[in-house]
Every structure is written in C-alpha cells, then in structure tokens.
C-alpha cells in the first residue's frame, strides 16, 4: 500500500517491516518510527517500561496510523519459529516483563486483549508488549500469558494466579 520514498501523515515510508507496519521517519522530528496502518484507532496504552511506546494515533488519506517506537530486534514469535523453547531463565525474563507491562496496564483498567509471540518485541534482553487490542480482560490476558510462557518454555503453567506477576512467579 505504501512503498518507500512515499510521505504519509508527516512520515517518510523507509520500507516495510511487515504486514502492515513501515519503517518510517517522522519528517519534522527525523525520529525512526514503526508505523502500522489499522481498522481502528486502538486504546490508550499505559506508559511502562515494557509496553512499547505510542508516538501518535491519527488519520490521513483515507487510512488510520499508529505511530510507535522503532525496535530492530525480533518478535517472540520470530525467536520461537526457530524451532523448540527458550532457556528458563530467558523465558522467565521475557514473561516477567510482559507480566510487568500487563499488571500497569490491568492497575489503569486496561486490557491488552491479544497477548501472543508476535506482539511481544525485544530488543537486547528487554521485551516490550505491543499492539493492545480495543477488546479483552485482564483473565484472558492471563490466560494468554501462562499459553505464551508454555510456548516459551514447554511446561505446563500452573493456572489460578491473581496477576501477571503472580503467574510468572507460580511458574518459576
């Protein structure tokens, strides 16, 4: 849809990054963004160190952007699809910090509503949830992490835990 060398809404499409996220440069700022074309503008995302940072929601020509900080390294999903788990304590690392983004999140009243591989990024050893979905609750989203910290490490996760933290914590 759009393709490099294209402004767009004040952003510099660099190329693509994937479905429907560019790499792009903010024109007035010169900051590197990931912007991503969406259906609909998604809720406000608590401010935490391990919840990928929104820069700007808007519109422009027809299409609806979010404009988000820039991560060069992997998804979870990208990192799992080489086949096997993780090592524990790498795997409690990434889920702790998920764990963390979500209990901020949960404490503001705010859902994440689609918690998987592909919307946990990292970038060294800090994971950062991204993509809070318009619809969810905090006992799915804790469903979807004891899923994801399985998928991490290949045990079963015990279940009934109050928080995100608390899961993570049952699961050491």
């Known amino acids: 849809m759009?393709?490099?060398?294209?402004?767009?809404?004040?952003?510099?499409?660099?190329?693509?990054?994937g479905g429907a996220v560019y790499r792009?440069?903010?024109?007035?700022s010169e900051r590197t963004?990931?912007?991503?074309?969406?259906?609909?503008?998604?809720?406000?995302?608590?401010?935490?160190p391990n919840v990928l940072e929104v820069y700007e929601t808007g519109s422009a020509d027809?299409?609806?952007?979010?404009?988000?900080?820039?991560?060069?390294?992997?998804?979870?999903?990208?990192l799992l699809a080489g086949g096997g788990g993780l090592?524990?304590?790498?795997?409690?690392a990434?889920?702790?910090?998920?764990?963390?983004?979500?209990?901020?999140?949960?404490?503001?009243?705010?859902?994440?509503?689609a918690v998987k591989p592909s919307n946990v990024l990292l970038d060294g050893d800090r994971a950062y949830l991204s993509d809070f979905a318009a619809a969810g609750s905090p006992e799915?989203?804790?469903r979807a992490l004891g899923h994801l910290l399985e998928a991490m490490t290949g045990r079963p996760?015990?279940?009934g835990a109050a928080t995100a933290g608390a899961l993570v914590r049952a699961a050491r």
């Open 62 to 78: 027809g299409l609806v952007y979010v404009a988000m900080r820039w991560i060069s390294g992997p998804t979870l999903a990208a």
């Open 24 to 28: 792009a440069i903010h024109t007035a």
């Open 157 to 159: 996760v015990p279940a």
């Open 87 to 92: 090592e524990t304590g790498q795997a409690l």
């Open 2 to 17: 759009l393709a490099p060398g294209d402004v767009f809404a004040g952003y510099l499409i660099d190329g693509p990054a």
């Open 33 to 48: 963004v990931a912007l991503k074309l969406v259906t609909e503008v998604p809720p406000v995302v608590p401010s935490h």
């Open 94 to 113: 990434i889920a702790g910090q998920v764990a963390a983004a979500l209990d901020a999140a949960h404490a503001e009243g705010v859902a994440h509503g």
């Open 140 to 142: 799915a989203d804790l």
